[in-house]
């Protein structure tokens, strides 16, 4: 069966640190990966998806990045965050870009 | 521009009642909807789905119906348990990631 994993659980960090979260789907090949943040009281925004090893499509501009350097990882990424950067991060797979999609736990990311 | 959206923000329902929660989208290209519920600290998980083609689906608890003509759909939840309390999220899709409402925050009171 498929499964994916998210971490860390919880972050903090610092007003102009970088960042990076990881997450790795097992058990499939080829998914749809995505990256969304819920900010408090809010509902899920896409960030980014990727139907392919390097392929990455950004819904929103900002100061966040994501890559995928192999089939099944998926990378969010910032060279310097802000506060508004704070939120639940999560991190989902597809087979396809219209069929259900499978979340992981998701990061809580806290700015300080 | 919102393209799906979920107006009541929370719902109250007594255990053992039904729980409706409401979606109402904007594209009329939308071919596939999907419920998801959502405890806090932990990622959405997948509940049901319909395409288009259909105007009802139903799994267990749960059923979804559609009107497109209206543009809108719904979730029953038929008898309301206690465990059911999480946030529901409704989403839409024509061939293209989903697109997430806002979220009803449903609390099943004993």
């Known amino acids: 069966s498929q499964t994916i994993h998210q971490w860390p659980a919880t972050l903090v960090q610092p007003v102009g640190s970088p960042l990076s979260l990881e997450c790795t789907v097992e058990g499939t090949s080829n998914p749809n990966l995505y990256w969304y943040r819920q900010a408090a009281g809010r509902g899920l925004q896409l960030l980014f998806y990727s139907v392919g090893i390097g392929q990455i499509s950004s819904e929103v501009p900002q100061n966040l990045s994501a890559s995928r350097p192999q089939d099944r990882q998926f990378i969010l990424s910032s060279k310097k965050l802000l506060l508004s950067d704070s939120g639940f991060y999560l991190c989902?797979?597809?087979?396809?870009?219209?069929?259900?999609?499978?979340f992981g736990d998701g990061t809580r990311l806290s700015i300080l | 521009d919102q393209q799906v959206k979920q107006n009541s923000p929370s719902l109250s329902v007594q255990e053992g009642r039904i729980s409706i929660l409401n979606c109402d989208y904007t594209n009329s290209m939308f071919d596939y909807f999907l419920w998801y519920k959502k405890y806090p600290a932990e990622g959405p998980t997948f509940l049901i789905s319909?395409?288009?083609?259909?105007d009802k689906n139903e799994d267990g608890r749960f059923t979804v119906f559609l009107n497109k003509s209206a543009k809108h759909l719904s979730l029953h939840i038929v008898p309301s348990q206690p465990g059911d309390s999480a946030v529901y999220f409704c989403a839409a899709s024509v061939n293209t990631p989903l697109v997430f409402g806002k979220g009803t925050r449903l609390s099943v009171i004993a």
């Open positions: 319909i395409s288009s083609i259909k």
């Open positions: 989902a797979w597809s087979v396809e870009v219209n069929q259900p999609q499978h």
